[in-house]
């Protein structure tokens, strides 16, 4: 428990202060953002404002975990170091979107198949390593299972399985991407479903099967390996996303960028595939998906028919365009994102009791 308040309070400390001298530094080498013309025109103002900001919530959240861990005199784990990797493997390949948009002046960032190879070379290693080193249950940081609130059906097998993990660091970090578009959306948002990670990590490390001599009905533990040490993560991240919230809500003093969002759909993934939450993700990542599919939505319908569902996509920007300041629209989505956690944590619990 103390490694969970640490990490959370140590993230957080950490990117209050260490954002603005971020922005300092980004704001002299001139890296501001870029802005698209067919977007909705009150963001004109935005022109110029600091972006890769996730650069600070990533450090932040790799420094709080080390921090944690070095004062409690507790062990690394692998699950842990794995959903950080996957982080700060994908906050990479966005790091160099970003860049290249910057300081190459080429607006469009990496050329697609660059970045989709490297989102493949990371999320590939993930996966792989995901099922490596067993404890002494034999339980692996992932399963080759697919998992709701734990793991049901027969195994799909390791080749299946990191096709199905790409798909969901795929869809997470594009998901994250989408909504990145209105100040503080993204990072509110990602705040509340890293909570909710915490508590389920928290959760399961308590009922884990490891303990199931204390335990008052065995049948219903968790063959999770380190849960206690995604808490960490998932704290460390809540903690360091909440202070970046303070300079990234409108208006806007930076822009987490791809940095911060491949970062986050990354870490959000690992933290589903390690807890064996998978497509209980969905539910608790509720408005990631909603804005994802209005995008498809909206492609799929202009593909087929000529003519277009929303105003323009993502959602948010509908909202917008149909004159809701950006304000309402952030707020009003973190109340849909808030109320998908509620539901997400409702139905994890409903189906541990189940099981008793």
């Known amino acids: 428990m103390r490694q969970i308040l640490f990490a959370g309070a140590i ?8 954002t603005p001298l971020l922005i300092k530094l980004l704001a002299r080498k001139g890296y501001g953002q870029f802005i698209r013309d067919d977007g909705p025109r009150t963001h004109g103002s935005k022109k110029g404002t600091p972006t890769m900001g996730g650069i600070a919530f990533i450090l932040a959240t790799i420094i709080a975990y080390l921090a944690a861990k ?8 692998f699950s842990g170091v794995l959903v950080l990797f996957l982080m700060a493997g994908m906050g990479l390949v966005g790091f160099l979107d970003d860049y290249i948009k910057i300081v190459k002046q080429r607006s469009l960032g990496l050329r697609a198949k660059a ?6 070379i990371v999320g590939i290693a993930f996966a792989l390593l995901s099922l490596q080193f067993p404890d002494k249950q034999g339980n692996t940081p992932a399963s080759t299972h697919l998992s709701f609130v734990a793991d049901f ?3 799909i097998g390791p080749v299946l399985f990191v096709v199905w993990a790409l798909f969901m660091i795929l869809a997470m970090s594009n998901g994250v991407n989408l909504t990145d578009g209105l100040d503080g959306l993204a990072t509110g948002a990602s705040v509340m479903v890293f909570g909710a990670y915490t508590f389920i990590g928290l959760w399961q490390f308590q009922e884990s099967c490891v303990n199931a001599d204390t335990l008052t009905n065995p049948n219903a533990c968790f063959q999770v390996r380190d849960p206690l040490d995604l808490a960490v993560v998932a704290s460390a991240l809540m903690g360091a996303c909440f202070g970046f919230l303070w ?13 911060g969002s491949l970062a986050l759909g990354g870490a959000l993934a690992g933290l589903a595939i390690c807890s064996r939450t998978e497509f209980l993700m969905a539910i608790l990542g509720g408005l990631f998906v909603m804005i994802t599919m209005s995008v498809v939505i909206q492609v799929g319908s202009f593909k087929m028919t000529g003519k277009r569902v929303f105003r323009m996509a993502p959602l948010q920007h509908h909202f917008e365009l149909k004159g809701w300041s950006e304000v309402l629209v952030v707020v009003r989505f973190w109340i849909i ?11 994890f619990y409903a189906g541990w009791a189940a099981e008793k």
């Open 11 to 18: 993230g957080l400390f950490l990117t209050l202060v260490g």
């Open 70 to 77: 070095l004062i409690t005199g507790e062990e690394m784990r």
């Open 115 to 120: 970045k989709m190879a490297g989102q493949l």
């Open 153 to 155: 059906g027969w195994s």
């Open 247 to 259: 300079w990234n809500t409108s208006p806007a003093k930076i822009f987490m960028g791809d940095t």
């Open 337 to 347: 994102q808030g109320m998908c956690v509620i539901v997400g944590l409702g139905l």
